[in-house]
């Protein structure tokens, strides 16, 4: 077997409660080959100007080493959604999409949302007056978002156990884990995974189709410019990818935004005595704890950044983690500053692929955090550190039990 | 002569956007729909007066800006403002 | 002079500081000088009737009435503690006694002055054609409500001269208001003066589209009025005649700069030169060490482009050269930073966000890299002796920075990304630059004066490559 790279080293199980120090080894080298012909780029500005490049291809079909879904012998590869287009395919679609989801033809659409947002925290905090415990998110963290998604899509909260699983087998993808990738069980249980979570969606769009509702999904499947333009598989793809995006990072900013303020009593308390704070403690929290770790790219043609000419063709890794610990662009980078001025963190990417769901993550952990610390009193971590999910690139804990004295109305 | 510090300071939110740096993320638009609008894709337009009621969301508004092209600073009341002209 | 100085740091924090010009460049520079812990008097003198209010707006949003120009003026971004001559003009500079003088008569001293004096719209060349009701500019505030009250009121027929950024910009409101507009462009194209005719060209289809009726290689022969001095027709070069009741002059711009005749300063309509610290240069080629300008009226030399003056209307320029100036003001000659920001403006006109980065007019070509012209979403790359200077995108801001950093490194042209949206052609072609420019961003004077020499001299540009950090105010 190959040995280990720096970056698989990093993205290890028994690392994942604290990747950082192997950031900061890998930031030596902005841009460094792996042995696996991968280069890995860990540095702010590196970073940042490859997310901008139009050199830089999202379109796993330009890779030589594509990601599993495209491994598959037996069936064509879905239509790729937007996340994995590049200009001008992926603009067009993502204009379509963000027309039922915000500016410039639905701008209040997800501000409309806070006072939803607000109830369902209350309703899933409110469930444990009388207790002392919290599964942060179990109880919280993850239904929180599952619940907004299904909402926003309109796809059925009754069907959250079968996409849960088709979710976390898929995101399962991400992980760089040779052993994983090569493994052809686990190659099938991707396959098997997104053939029925298509199936799956097929159905409810064609049921949105039948019986429109005011939910995006409705009135995205039912848009006559978007059904000039958007073919079944590709609907199919972009309403699987709001689905699974919508829900599987949100968790992650809830969640390490509680651990990381768990960790930090003093700024806790400063919270809760200036709630105005919040948003910029979030913006913090995203820079420190990105719930997306890192992103893969590909090249399109020879790049040279830092020095570093990196080859037509290859597989990149932006690790976003690593940049926004970069002390040359944040000062004191490994300290978490709730009230920082300057941080122009990539948790949310950059570039024409910036977050679509930003602005709806922001309104949920807006909400959610500032509902949590004003209504825990005495809250202290069960366990420090929490278990982590499995996935490296959605990095979050599984659980993050909080005793507590009392919850407050 | 006009002295500011002898005038009344009686201060009111105002909001300027480096239209050279934005990338028309629109992040500002979901934050504060009634301060920013975007007319067309990628014509970012702006009330640089908010009305008091947005306060609150245009400060959302500058923190999401995933650019960091909006500033948010004050000025005096109009009516203090020109009264001071000579 | 010395006595202001910060003893232990040189820096200059007490003293006098006096900033002619209350707008975008005056006000920022002010705020800066504060940041950069000026603690001295400080006083800002404008010829406005009005505290320092922003301009992009006047030719959009006010004009289009989305916008109410009373919610122009400018945030204060920092405690500024100053006095404010509002609605004086400066009429005099003496160098040997440090004053300036205004028309009032009042003689206001300095120990450091700030020149930010701006520009001006330039008049209608026939003073009695330009007095006709009717006739307007637009340049302030109170231009800006003439203009709207007409627009708003109705019009048979708008006229405006000149198609450059503000002709353009005015031509799309009257279109979104659904009032019919006649653009007349001496030029072959719209906005060529600054994007060449390459650019210029799909700038005019896109008026076309909007129903402007464009005419280029078109000027104004003559304006009519009726008895009453009420503007009512318009005769043009190619032999029509329009009956018209608005004609908006927008035929460039007038630095502000004749209060300083007589100051022994090099200034004229074209601005006043400075070297690449931002400090004044005087008719002998002498620097005014205690002299700095900023924002529209600067000439400055920039590393980029050092065959050249720059001069500017670009609102980030105002904002990045307040910076400068306020740094090397304080912080005195052991810290000079030379003025490296790189021009970039922005422009709204018929629903399209065109932005520039770099100077496009010092261009020998230019090529589409990106995008699609047809969809009115590309960017555009100018290139001089074989190196990217400039790009412009149309609907592709995000785009933007990447380019930035090109022109920045002086990158090889044609570049080829290899992008998934580059045109199937993308050869340069020759960028088009009018060979009498309108009155363009930059004009190299056909001859050198002694300050033009002395602010682009091998030594200056040298001493000021030295403080140069290309990405320093990227941030
Ligand atoms: C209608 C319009 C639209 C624009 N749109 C854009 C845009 O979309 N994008 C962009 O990048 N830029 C745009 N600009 C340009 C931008 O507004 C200018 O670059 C900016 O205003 C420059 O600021 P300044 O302070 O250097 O000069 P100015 O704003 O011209 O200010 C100079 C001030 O000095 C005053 N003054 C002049 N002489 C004297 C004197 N002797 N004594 C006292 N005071 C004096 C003037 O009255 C004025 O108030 C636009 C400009 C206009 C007019
Ligand atoms: C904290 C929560 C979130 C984080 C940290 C996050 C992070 C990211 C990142 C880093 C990207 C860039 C991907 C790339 O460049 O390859 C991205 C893209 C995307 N995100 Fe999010 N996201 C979050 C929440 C959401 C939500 C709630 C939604 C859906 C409503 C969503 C939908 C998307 C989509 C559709 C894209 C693709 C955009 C494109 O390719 O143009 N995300 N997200
Ligand atoms: S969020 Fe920032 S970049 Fe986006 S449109 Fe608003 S100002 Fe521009």
Redesign the interface.
């Known amino acids: 077997m190959p040995q280990e790279t720096l970056f698989q080293e990093s993205a290890r199980v028994s690392n994942r409660a604290n990747p950082y120090p192997l950031y900061a080894e890998l930031r030596r080298t902005p841009v460094s080959r792996e042995s696996d012909g991968t280069y890995v780029v860990s540095t702010y500005r590196e970073v940042s ?1 490859l997310l ?4 830089i ?1 999202a ?1 796993p079909r330009n890779s030589a080493d594509p990601p599993p879904m495209y491994k598959n012998p037996n069936a064509p590869p879905p239509e790729p959604s937007f996340i994995q287009l ?3 395919r992926h ?1 067009h679609m993502r ?1 379509l999409t963000m027309k039922h989801f ?3 033809r639905s ?2 659409r ?2 409309g949302m806070a006072a939803r947002i607000g109830q369902l925290v209350d309703k899933l905090l409110g469930a444990h007056q009388g207790r002392q415990e919290i599964d942060i998110v179990q109880d919280l963290s993850y239904p929180l978002p599952v619940m907004v998604i299904c909402d926003l899509l309109g796809v059925p909260l009754e069907d959250e156990p079968r996409f849960r699983d088709w979710s976390d087998i898929l995101t399962s993808g991400l992980d760089p884990d040779p052993s994983l990738q090569n493994d052809p069980a686990f190659l099938q249980r991707i396959f098997k995974a997104s053939a029925e979570i298509r199936v799956y969606m097929a159905e409810l769009l064609k049921a949105h189709r039948r019986t429109p509702n005011d939910s995006m999904l409705s009135a995205f499947v039912n848009d006559p410019e978007a059904r000039a333009q958007v073919t079944d598989g590709e609907f199919m793809s972009i309403a699987i990818l709001l689905l699974i995006a919508g829900h599987e990072t949100t968790v992650n900013l809830i969640s390490n935004g509680v651990l990381t303020l768990l960790r930090h009593p003093d700024l806790l308390a400063r919270l809760r005595r200036e709630p ?1 704070l919040v ?2 403690a979030i ?1 913090e929290v995203l820079r420190y704890e990105p719930p997306v770790q890192f992103r893969n790219r590909t090249t ?2 020879d790049v040279s950044v830092a020095g570093v000419t990196i080859p ?1 063709g290859a597989e990149i890794i932006l690790l976003i983690a690593a940049a926004n610990r970069d002390p040359l662009r944040f000062p004191d980078a490994d300290r978490f500053i709730p009230d920082r001025t ?1 941080n ?1 963190h990539l948790s ?1 990417g ?3 692929h ?1 977050c679509f769901g ?2 709806l993550a ?1 309104v949920e952990a ?1 909400i959610a955090l500032r509902e949590i610390i004003r209504r825990l009193d005495g809250p202290v971590l069960a366990v420090d550190p929490p278990p982590y999910r499995f996935n490296p690139a959605l990095r979050g804990p599984s659980h993050l039990v909080v005793n507590f004295e009392r919850l407050t109305d | 002569m006009n002295d500011e510090t002898s005038a009344a300071r009686k201060r009111r939110m105002k909001v300027v956007v480096d239209l050279s740096r934005c990338e028309v993320f629109a992040q500002c638009v979901f934050a504060s729909p009634t301060t920013f609008v975007l007319h067309g894709d990628e014509v970012l337009e702006y009330d640089p007066s908010p009305d008091e009621a947005a306060h609150e969301q245009v400060i959302l508004a500058a923190r999401a800006c995933p650019v960091q092209a909006i500033s948010i600073g004050w000025s005096e009341e109009p009516e203090d403002m020109e009264a001071r002209v000579p | 002079m010395t006595e202001h100085l910060d003893s232990r740091t040189d820096r200059f924090t007490r003293g006098r500081v006096v900033i002619v010009g209350a707008s975008l460049a005056g006000l920022r520079t002010a705020e800066a000088l504060r940041q950069e812990g000026f603690t001295g008097a400080l006083t800002l003198i404008g010829d406005e009737p009005h505290l320092p209010y922003d301009r992009p707006p006047l030719s959009k949003q006010v004009l289009a009435g989305r916008l109410p120009v009373e919610h122009t003026p400018l945030a204060r971004l920092h405690d500024l503690e100053a006095s404010w001559r509002c609605g004086v003009p400066a009429v005099g500079l003496s160098l040997a006694d440090g004053h300036v003088l205004l028309a009032d008569g009042q003689h206001v001293p300095f120990d450091r002055l700030i020149i930010a004096t701006g520009a001006r719209a330039r008049p209608w060349l026939h003073p009695a054609e330009a007095a006709l009701d009717g006739v307007l500019l637009l340049r302030t505030r109170d231009d800006a409500s003439r203009l709207r009250a007409r627009l708003a009121a109705g019009s048979p027929r708008v006229l405006i001269i000149g198609g450059g950024f503000i002709g353009a910009e005015v031509a799309s409101v009257c279109r979104a208001l659904d009032l019919r507009v006649t653009v007349v462009e001496r030029g072959p194209a719209p906005l060529a003066g600054a994007l060449g005719t390459v650019v210029g060209s799909i700038a005019a289809a896109v008026q076309r589209d909007h129903g402007v009726d464009l005419r280029c290689d078109t000027t104004v022969t003559t304006l009519e009025g009726d008895a009453d001095g009420r503007l009512r027709r318009v005769h043009l070069s190619d032999g029509d005649t329009l009956d018209v009741d608005v004609a908006l002059v927008a035929i460039g711009p007038l630095r502000n700069t004749e209060w300083l005749a007589g100051s022994g300063l090099a200034a004229d309509p074209r601005g006043v030169v400075c070297d690449a610290f931002c400090r004044a240069i005087d008719e002998r080629g002498e620097i005014q060490e205690r002299v700095f300008v900023a924002g529209d009226v600067a000439r400055w030399p920039h590393p980029l482009y050092p065959d050249e003056l720059l001069s500017v209307e670009h609102w980030s320029n105002a904002v990045a050269q307040a910076r400068t100036v306020a740094q090397n003001l304080v912080h005195g000659p052991a810290a000079y930073r030379a003025h490296t920001h790189l021009p970039s403006f922005w422009s709204h006109q018929f629903g399209i966000n065109i932005k520039s980065a770099g100077v496009p007019a010092l261009a020998d070509q230019v090529l589409i890299t990106q995008g699609s012209v047809d969809d009115r979403r590309f960017v555009a790359a100018y290139g001089l002796g074989g190196r990217l200077i400039a790009a412009v995108t149309f609907n592709q801001a995000r785009m933007l920075p990447v380019y930035q950093a090109l022109i920045e490194a002086s990158a090889p042209l044609p570049i080829d990304f290899k992008a998934s949206d580059r045109p199937s052609d993308t050869r340069p072609l020759p960028a088009g630059f009018p060979a009498a420019p309108q009155p363009s961003p930059t004009m190299a004077a056909p001859t050198r004066s002694r300050a033009e020499h002395a602010a682009t001299s091998a030594m200056a540009m040298e001493h000021a490559a030295s403080r140069t950090s290309l990405t320093s105010d990227a941030g």
Do not use: N
């Open positions: 100007s901008y490049d139009p050199r291809s379109d590049d200009e001008p603009e204009r915000g500016p410039p701008p209040g997800i501000s105005e948003p910029a913006e399109l043609a037509k300057d122009q949310f950059s570039g024409v910036y930003a602005p922001r807006q």
